[in-house]
């Protein structure tokens, strides 16, 4: 069978995101995260609007850093009904693989305008250090 070509507009992928709209949202895979590497450590943020950050839960074992909490649901009022619904809600668990040891005793995060960021010092003993070479004798 051949397969159409419809350009930039592809209905099948438009009628996917249509009926989107009727399943559950989750947010299982959520929070999305950036991930930034130094020499110093790791920064890891994560958007967590709607959160209550007293209910996000760290822990960092080995070289895996977890992060779990939940999501509101949001309720509707009387007489109002979803149009589009994205925003996933319910329990979320993310599991990081780290590039490196860190210093789990250090680790810092803080929470502003829904953004959670978590700072991984680099353990002493995985920090790069500089060789110097000397002349044979």
Known sequence: MARIDFGLWDPRSEMERFFSGFRRATSESSPPMNI????EGVVITSEMSGIDPEKIELSVVND?????GIK??????EGESWHRRERGYGKFHR??????SVE?????ATYENGILKVSLPRA??????????????
Do not use: H, N, Q, Y
């Open 72 to 77: 509101p649901v949001i309720e509707l009022k």
């Open 36 to 39: 930034f590497t130094s020499e």
């Open 104 to 108: 789990g005793d250090k680790v810092e």
């Open 124 to 137: 002493e003993a995985d920090k790069p250090r500089k060789i110097s070479v000397k002349m044979a004798e």
């Open 95 to 100: 599991k990081v693989r780290l590039p490196f």
């Open 64 to 68: 895996k850093l977890t992060i779990e």
